[in-house]
């Protein structure tokens, strides 16, 4: 089975606050990808970051990053320090075989980012 | 450069009305995909083409029918329109072979606003 759950519907946190978003994924495969977007208010998904499941390198990009283990199936992205720019819809993916490398999504994170 | 655009990004329609969502990608990707997110955001695949060949039809009525000209356009044609089919709506590309491989990751066009009345 292929599945992404996205368990926190939305989270509301207070500039400069470091905030987690959860991700914990299922696949019997043992190649495959995983994604985090961003969908600010203004609509378009943005691609943040894609890591293959033979990579369990944590990944920093400035205030982002994600810790990614392979033991829970799960692939959290913390942003730290946040700002209200990071308000948006943070979607997690999952890319594997079934059906042809079909790319699933969570059902999203709303987060707000109040000043 | 847009690298995957849509048009038109806003349509306002009657039901019974048929109407057409066009894309288009620049970024020389081999497969093209079509995306629906609901009003509560969820996000659903509905069509995948790789080099013009359909390879995911989900679950989707046979009033929507996908066409893929050439590997760089996918158009969405919607029959029969009924106000359940209002969403936004999303072409997407990625290139999953080759050295140019994106590795599986999608990159999606801005959307287009669907309103069915």
């Known amino acids: 089975a292929q599945k992404v759950t996205q368990a926190q519907t939305e989270i509301s946190v207070v500039e400069k606050e470091d905030v987690t978003l959860d991700c914990v994924y299922e696949?019997?495969?043992?190649?495959?990808?995983l994604f985090w977007y961003k969908q600010p208010p203004s609509g378009e998904l943005v691609f943040l970051i894609r890591?293959?499941?033979?990579?369990?390198q944590n990944e920093i990009s400035g205030r982002y990053s994600w810790n990614f283990q392979k033991s829970t199936s799960s692939f959290n992205f913390t942003i730290t320090a946040s700002q209200v720019v990071d308000s948006a819809v943070y979607f997690c993916?999952?890319?594997?075989?079934?059906?042809?490398?079909?790319?699933?999504f969570g059902a999203g994170t709303r987060l707000f980012v109040k000043a | 450069d847009t690298a995957v655009s849509q048009t038109p990004k806003y349509l306002v329609t009657q039901m019974g009305n048929d109407k057409s969502i066009k894309c288009e990608q620049n970024?020389?990707?081999?497969?093209m995909y079509w995306y629906k997110q609901d009003s509560k955001k969820f996000l659903k695949i509905m069509f995948s083409?790789?080099?013009?060949?359909?390879?995911i039809n989900e679950t989707v009525p046979n009033r929507f029918s996908p066409k893929s000209p050439d590997k760089a356009h996918l158009n969405l044609h919607i029959n029969s329109l009924e106000l359940g089919d209002s969403a936004v709506y999303f072409c997407?590309?990625?290139?999953?072979?080759?050295?140019?491989?994106?590795?599986?990751?999608?990159?999606f066009g801005e959307g287009s606003w669907l309103t069915v009345v």
């Open positions: 997407a590309s990625s290139q999953d072979r080759g050295e140019q491989s994106s590795g599986n990751t999608i990159y």
């Open positions: 696949t019997r495969d043992t190649t495959y990808y």
């Open positions: 890591r293959n499941s033979f990579d369990e």
């Open positions: 993916a999952l890319s594997d075989n079934t059906g042809g490398f079909k790319t699933i």
């Open positions: 970024l020389g990707h081999d497969t």
């Open positions: 083409y790789n080099n013009k060949e359909l390879i």
